[in-house]
């Protein structure tokens, strides 16, 4: 059985990506992929292959989660499923870490590689979302502020702006994680709002598209954050409708030339570590481009003079 892992990131359409797989778990279980979520992963059975708060009673918490996921696993096989597929954008790490951190993902590698020994290497393949830095950043920050968290100091700030951890980093590190694993990148500019096609890029098989509607977690815009803040941290928002940007205008051109330069690494092959998923619905222009292309003005101009005859 084939075990992909999806592994976020945050802010990035995943919970959106979640749901679409989740309102189609029964055509994919008939066409033989079993779906797990967060609330599959979230329920205990993972815990313990991350290292946390040590068992009181010295029980081998890793070993008890490997016994967990055989099981699991087996179960999975017995059903008939011939490909399980895994969502969870927690793997790579949580918003606080990401936060405390100061930076994008910072143990990716290393929790990567304790879920590749807890699968027992059997991972195939690794999908990616990402987005530009100053977006990601804005997005998550957006979200904690509005669930209670204060707004970011401009010391916070700055620091994830200069610091050169980028996207490109963090699939190296997945890839030292899994090294037996494909890891498949799919942008959040370009696939974010379509979950049927980062699906069908990855198993072949092409579901309904699913209402922007039913989209979850999307960032607060200004006038409703300001709406659900106490007065006293309202006030510090800036004025005015839209989305807000807590970076200055330098740091956001800064983390926006970083992930130029991460599209950059991925377009021209990430050294052999992963594989930049081009869009199926995008057609590119052949080698011998249309000939009105290659002229001044539009189509039904030409280049004859047409002053009006004064004689």
């Not at 694993?181 to 699906?199: C, H, K, N, S, W």
């Not at 922007?212 to 309202?234: E, K, M, W, Y």
């Not at 222009?285 to 290659?294: I, V």
Request: hydrophobic share 35%; glycine share 10%.
């Amino acid at each position: 059985m084939e075990i992909m892992l999806h592994v976020g990131a945050h802010r990035c359409a995943t919970g959106y990506f979640q749901g679409f797989l989740a309102h189609n778990e029964e055509a994919l279980r008939r066409d033989g992929t079993a779906f797990w979520g967060e609330e599959q992963t979230g329920d205990g059975l993972l815990h313990g292959i991350q290292p946390g708060p040590v068992s009181a009673v010295g029980r081998d918490l890793v070993t008890r989660a490997r016994g967990r996921l055989r099981l699991r696993l087996a179960s999975e096989r017995t059903s008939g499923s011939k490909r399980l597929f895994i969502s969870d954008a927690n793997l790579m790490g949580s918003p606080h870490d990401l936060i405390r951190q100061r930076q994008l993902y910072a143990d990716a590698g290393l929790r990567m590689a304790r879920f590749d020994a807890a699968f027992d290497g059997q991972v195939c393949d690794v999908m990616l979302n990402l987005r530009s830095p100053d977006r990601f950043w804005t997005s998550l920050m957006t979200k904690m502020v509005a669930n209670g968290h204060p707004l970011p100091s401009a010391d916070l700030l700055g620091r994830i702006a200069a610091h050169p951890r980028s996207w490109r980093d963090v699939i190296t590190d997945i890839a030292c994680g899994m090294p037996n694993a494909r890891i498949r990148v799919m942008p959040y500019e370009t696939y974010g709002d379509r979950p049927e096609v980062q699906l069908s890029l990855l198993i072949g098989t092409r579901l309904p598209r699913r209402p922007l509607s039913d989209r979850i977690n999307c960032s607060d815009g200004l006038p409703t954050l300001r709406h659900r803040l106490a007065p006293n941290v309202a006030r510090d928002l800036p004025r005015g409708q839209g989305r807000w940007s807590p970076f200055t205008d330098i740091q956001s051109a800064a983390l926006r030339e970083r992930y130029a330069d991460d599209l950059m690494w991925l377009h021209s092959g990430a050294d052999g570590l992963a594989e930049l998923m081009c869009d199926p619905d995008k057609h590119a222009a052949g080698s011998n481009p249309p000939p009105y292309d290659l002229t001044r003005g539009t189509p039904d101009d030409d280049q004859n003079r047409r002053l009006a005859d004064t004689g």
